[in-house]
């Protein structure tokens, strides 16, 4: 085999359809972005419920890793190894690997006892590649980490024709996995605040990752009478996601945390507006026009009330839609695009081949 191959460890599950993620999305189009500038690529799918995969799931990566060969460059999904130190920080000694983190195991809801684990990985690893500018302060601080073994990659926009929309105002798309994290609760609250005012809302996203959670909020719909006005659609994805956004108006994101946010430039690729929170890495992703406009509205998360003040002026300033989408429009040509990301990443293993233990 090629001493020049970088081995790519992802979750079992990323082509199903059913459980799209951005984390999946990036590593898909990284993969094929490495390949397309001529590097080998050998994916590993690791089949599991990561990050706390069953006995079998950790006797698959334990045996994935030990065939590797001494040296070999091997970049894991974080979601696969970050809850699994003890199959992984042992290899470490003998493998040059880096760990992409989309999403720190504990910024997500009851993960908190994973987060000792995380460290002990990534502590152990040779790099480690974060997927914004302000994650990878986040976990040089949160784990103490030496600032030199981590990058910040960002994820790539593809081209996207500009959105027609619906009529302009009404119609609101919120793309993101339905789980606590993403804030759907929020977003109810906030819409049932204006209800006396003409708008419907299309949630895009998986409904099988905490299925608790959709149960908690289909019961909230219903208890404000918001049946027919939030949809829930479930997992969209190629052209049913496209024509998603064709027809929005405003898209919205009401995420506690989020390192990036891919959904914002997949709006602003298309010249929709966003409203979401002012949380992590979301403002630069939201970012500015050349004029320095922004093309949306940031609000606070976990705050109904300041959400429904950003969707009611939205809704009722046409002045406000205007430059909002003229913003939009132009912060859309300033997007990077997925080659930006396959040689940010490249650069990173480049390094890390290059290193001797």
């Known amino acids: 085999m090629s001493g020049h191959e970088i081995r790519f460890v992802v979750p079992g599950d990323i082509d199903d359809a059913d459980v799209p993620s951005g984390g999946n999305h990036y590593d898909r189009r990284l993969r094929d972005g490495l390949t397309a500038s001529g590097r080998t690529v050998r994916e590993m799918a690791m089949p599991g419920a990561w990050p706390r995969p069953d006995a079998a799931a950790r006797t698959g990566l334990a045996r994935s890793l030990a065939a590797l060969p001494d040296g070999a460059v091997v970049l894991l999904d974080g979601l696969v190894a970050c809850g ?6 042992p290899e470490a000694s003998r493998l040059r690997l880096a760990v992409l983190v989309h999403l720190p195991l504990a910024d997500e809801p009851g993960q908190d006892d994973l987060n000792a684990g995380e460290r002990r990985v990534l502590e152990a690893a040779g790099a480690v590649v974060a997927t914004s500018p302000w994650a990878k302060e986040h976990l040089i601080s949160h784990h103490g980490l030496e ?14 024709s500009l959105a027609a929309g619906t009529d302009g105002t009404t119609r ?9 994290r993403k804030g759907h609760d929020v977003l109810v609250e906030a ?8 708008w419907h ?9 905490d299925p608790e959670y959709v149960t908690r909020l289909h019961r909230l719909i219903a208890r404000h009478r918001l049946g027919e006005r939030i949809h829930l659609e479930g997992p969209l994805t190629g052209k049913r996601l496209d024509d998603a956004y064709a027809g929005a108006d405003l ?3 009401a995420s506690r945390a989020e390192t990036y946010g891919m959904v914002v430039t997949e709006a602003l690729a298309r010249g929709v507006p966003v409203v979401a929170t002012s949380v992590d890495g979301v403002p630069d992703t939201l970012g500015w026009d050349p004029t320095g406009a922004v093309p949306g509205l940031l609000v606070p998360p976990d705050d109904p009330a300041a959400l429904a003040a950003a969707l ?14 003229a913003a939009a429009r132009l912060r859309r040509g300033m997007l990077p695009g997925w080659d930006d990301t ?6 990173v293993l480049s390094r890390l081949r290059r290193e001797t233990r």
């Open 342 to 347: 396959a040689r940010g990443m490249a650069t």
């Open 191 to 198: 819409l049932a605040t204006l209800a006396h005012l003409p």
């Open 147 to 160: 600032a030199s073994r981590v990058h910040a990659v960002t994820p790539g926009t593809d081209p996207a």
């Open 84 to 89: 699994v130190p003890e199959i992984v920080v």
């Open 201 to 209: 809302c299309e949630f895009v996203g998986p409904l099988r990752r």
């Open 312 to 325: 009611r002026r939205w809704l009722v300033e046409p002045e406000l839609r205007s430059r909002l989408r």
């Open 251 to 253: 898209a919205v994101l």
């Open 172 to 180: 609101l798309l919120c793309v993101a996995s339905v789980t606590p």
